[in-house]
C-alpha cells in the first residue's frame, strides 16, 4: 500500500507537466531569441561602432565576421559537449557565457577588445539555437511536436527579421552599446528557468572526442565563412587571400569526408544521415535558409539608398514580414497534425515564390504598403514552410541523436543564409555593371526621350553637370532593375527546393488518429 502510495506521488498530473513544459518553453524560447536577434541586430549599429572605434571598413567588418565563424565552427560541437557534460549544463553555460560576453561587447574602448569579445560571444551562442530545439523535442510527446516546432520557430524566424527594427531603433534612441546590454535582461531570465525546471540528460563518458575530426571540419567551416563574409571587399578571386581560403574549405573538407568514413568513431556519426528525411531537410533547409536572410539583406538597402527611406521607417517596413511569420506558425500549430507536413510546406513554398514574383515588379514610386504587402506574404510562406520542415526533419531520427542532429540542422541553415547574402550582394553588383553598359547605350544625341528631357530643362547635355546629372540616373536605374533581377534569382531558388518535398517521407499516423 505504501509503495502505491509513493509511486502516485512521483507522478506528476496532467496540469503540473503543462505548467512545467510551459516554463520550460519559455526559457528555451528566452535563449534561442537572444542568440537570432543577435544575427542581424548588430548589423544597423556598425557605423556608429565604426565612429566610436574611429575604425576603417574593413576593420569594423571584423565585428560581424568574428561572431559568424565563431559560432559555426563551434556549432557542431554540441552534441559531443552535451554528451559529455550533459545538456542542461551545456545549456546554462552557454546562456551564461554569451549574456557576460554581450555586456562585455558593450562595455569594449576599442575595437581589438570587442572583435575579441565578439569571437567569444560566437563561442558560447553557437549551441543557443540547436539545443533549444533539442530540449523541445524532447519536452513534448511526438504528437505535440508540431505546435513545439512552431513556438521555436517564432524565435528563429522572427529574431533575425526584427533585428535590424530593434536595432537602429535602439542605437537612433539610446546608444550602439544597448544593441549588446539588451541581451542581459533575457540572458538572466533564462538562466533562471533553465536551472529550475530543464532535467539534465545521461551523460555518456564512453564516447571518444575525435580531435582529427573537428580540426578538418573547423577549418573547412571557417575558411569557408571567411571567404563569403570578405569576399566581396576583396574582388573575390581577383584576391589571394579569397584563393587560399577557397582551397583550404575544399581541401579540408575532403579530408574530414575521407576521415569520417574511415575513422571508426568519427566527430560526425554517419547513421545519421541514414535517416532519409533528416538528410533531405539538411539540404532544405540551407535553401530556406539562403531565402530568409538574403532577401533581408536586399530590401534595407533597396529602401534606403533608392527610396530615401530612413532607418527607422525602414525597420517599420520590414517589421509586418515578422507579423507574418507569427501568424503562419500559429496556424501550423494547429494544422500540422490534420493535414500533414508536406501540404504546408507546399503552400509555404508558393507564398514565397510569390511575394518574390510581387517584388520583381517593384519601381521608384512604389509606396510602403507594397512593402508591406509582399513582407506580410513572404513571412507567411516562411512561417509555413520551417515549422513543418522542423517537424518532419526529425520525425524519424533516433531520440539519441537529436542534440547532434539539431546542431547540424542550424549549422546548414547558418551556412545557407552566409552563401545566400554573398551570392545576392555579388550578383547585384555584376548587374548593376552591366545594366549601366546597357543603359549607356542610349544615352547619345539621337535618343528621342534625352532630347525631350534636355527640351524641357531636366538636363543639360551642354554642360558636366548635366552629363553628371544623366550618369547618376543611369546608375539608378541600371541599380534598381539589378535588384529586380536579385529577386528573380531567388525565385529560382525557392523553385529548386520543390522536388526536395516529395523526398520528405510523411510520418506515419497512429491508428485510430
Known amino acids: 500500500m505504501s509503495n502505491s502510495i509513493s509511486i502516485e506521488r512521483k507522478l506528476p498530473s496532467e496540469k503540473e507537466l503543462n ?49 559568424i565563424v565563431a559560432s559555426a565552427i563551434f556549432m557542431p ?7 559529455r557534460i550533459g545538456r542542461k549544463r551545456l545549456f546554462i553555460i552557454s546562456v551564461i557565457g554569451f549574456t557576460v560576453t554581450s555586456m562585455m561587447c558593450g562595455a569594449s574602448q576599442s575595437l581589438n577588445q570587442i572583435i575579441v569579445f565578439r569571437l567569444l ?6 549551441s543557443l539555437v540547436p539545443l533549444s530545439q533539442s530540449v523541445l523535442l524532447d519536452t513534448y510527446p511526438k504528437e505535440k511536436h508540431g505546435s513545439a516546432m512552431a513556438i521555436w520557430g517564432m524565435g528563429i524566424m522572427v529574431g533575425p527579421i526584427l ?11 539610446y546608444n550602439w552599446r544597448w544593441v549588446f546590454y539588451i541581451n542581459i535582461p533575457f540572458g538572466l531570465l533564462a538562466w533562471f528557468g533553465l536551472s529550475t525546471f530543464v532535467k539534465e540528460t545521461v551523460l555518456d563518458s564512453s564516447r571518444r572526442f575525435d580531435f582529427l575530426g573537428f580540426a578538418l571540419l573547423s577549418l573547412a567551416i571557417g575558411a569557408l565563412q571567411m571567404m563569403l563574409d ?82 527607422i521607417d525602414v525597420g517599420y517596413l520590414l517589421a509586418p514580414r515578422g507579423v507574418g511569420t507569427m501568424i503562419s506558425m500559429i496556424l501550423v500549430g494547429k494544422l500540422l497534425n490534420k493535414i500533414g507536413p508536406r501540404p504546408l510546406i507546399l503552400l509555404g513554398l508558393t507564398l514565397t515564390i510569390l511575394s518574390l514574383w510581387q517584388m520583381t515588379r517593384f519601381d521608384l514610386n512604389i509606396k510602403g504598403w507594397d ?16 515549422v513543418p520542415l522542423s517537424t518532419i526533419t ?54 528621342y526621350a534625352l532630347n525631350h528631357a534636355s527640351q524641357l530643362g531636366v538636363y543639360d547635355m551642354a554642360t558636366t553637370a548635366g552629363l553628371v546629372g544623366i550618369n547618376a540616373e543611369v546608375t539608378r536605374q541600371a541599380l534598381t532593375l539589378a535588384y529586380l533581377q536579385d529577386f528573380r534569382l531567388m525565385i529560382w531558388v525557392t523553385l529548386a527546393a520543390v522536388p526536395l518535398v516529395f523526398l520528405l517521407k510523411a510520418p506515419e499516423k497512429k491508428a485510430g488518429s
Open 19 to 67: 505548467t512545467q513544459r510551459l516554463f520550460i518553453t519559455l526559457s528555451v524560447m528566452l535563449a534561442a531569441l537572444m542568440q537570432s536577434l543577435d544575427t542581424t541586430i548588430a548589423n544597423v549599429a556598425l557605423p556608429h561602432m565604426r565612429g566610436s572605434m574611429s575604425a576603417t571598413q574593413d576593420q569594423i567588418s571584423w565585428v560581424l565576421t568574428s561572431y
Open 121 to 126: 560571444q560566437g563561442l558560447f551562442g553557437a
Open 394 to 447: 526529425f520525425s524519424t531520427l533516433a531520440p539519441h541523436f537529436r542534440t547532434e542532429g539539431t546542431a547540424l540542422f542550424s549549422l546548414m541553415r547558418s551556412i545557407g543564409s552566409s552563401i545566400g547574402i554573398s551570392v545576392v550582394v555579388t550578383y547585384l553588383s555584376q548587374r548593376t555593371q552591366i545594366n549601366h553598359a546597357v543603359f549607356s547605350e542610349y544615352i547619345n544625341p539621337f535618343s
Open 77 to 83: 560541437l554540441t552534441g559531443f559537449i552535451s554528451a
Open 371 to 386: 512593402i508591406v504587402r509582399t513582407g506580410l506574404i513572404q513571412g507567411l510562406g516562411l512561417g509555413f514552410i520551417f
Open 230 to 311: 570578405r569576399g566581396e571587399s576583396q574582388n573575390w578571386f581577383s584576391s589571394p587571400e579569397v584563393i587560399t581560403e577557397a582551397i583550404l574549405c575544399v581541401l579540408a573538407f575532403y579530408l574530414f569526408l575521407c576521415h569520417t568514413f574511415t575513422f571508426k568513431h568519427p566527430f560526425i556519426n554517419p547513421d545519421l544521415f541514414k535517416d532519409r528525411n533528416f538528410s533531405v531537410g539538411l539540404v532544405f533547409i540551407f535553401i530556406i535558409g539562403v531565402i530568409l536572410l538574403a532577401t533581408m539583406a536586399l530590401l534595407p538597402p533597396f529602401l534606403q539608398n533608392l527610396l530615401n527611406y530612413p532607418v
Open 163 to 173: 533585428g535590424p527594427t530593434l536595432g537602429g531603433w535602439l542605437t537612433e534612441y
